[in-house]
């Protein structure tokens, strides 16, 4: 998914922490938490997150987890991620 510039200028520099406690506010629940991966599960989906505190994700990573996650644009908004 192609993100509006508006929008991905507002979640480009997101950390990890801040992805994993709008993950949790989704209703995300932790499955294993190991190392510097963190295993997310709602319903039957999954996702895996590398933690690494107060990193940012490279771009092209960044996309690939929120399209696994299936958010879309007004989730963003819900979620206190974008404006």
């Not at 932790?30 to 997150?49: E, H, M, P, Q, T």
């Amino acid at each position: 998914m192609s993100w509006p510039p508006y929008v991905w200028d507002q979640i480009k520099n997101i950390t990890a922490d801040e992805l994993i406690a709008a993950l949790e506010r989704d209703g995300w629940q932790l499955r294993k938490g190991r190392g510097s991966r963190r295993i997310f599960r709602k319903r039957s989906r999954v996702v895996a997150i590398h933690y690494h505190r107060r990193k940012t994700f490279n771009p092209k990573m960044l996309q690939t987890l929120l399209k696994d996650i299936g958010w879309d644009e007004a989730d963003l908004r819900r979620l206190g991620l974008v404006r």
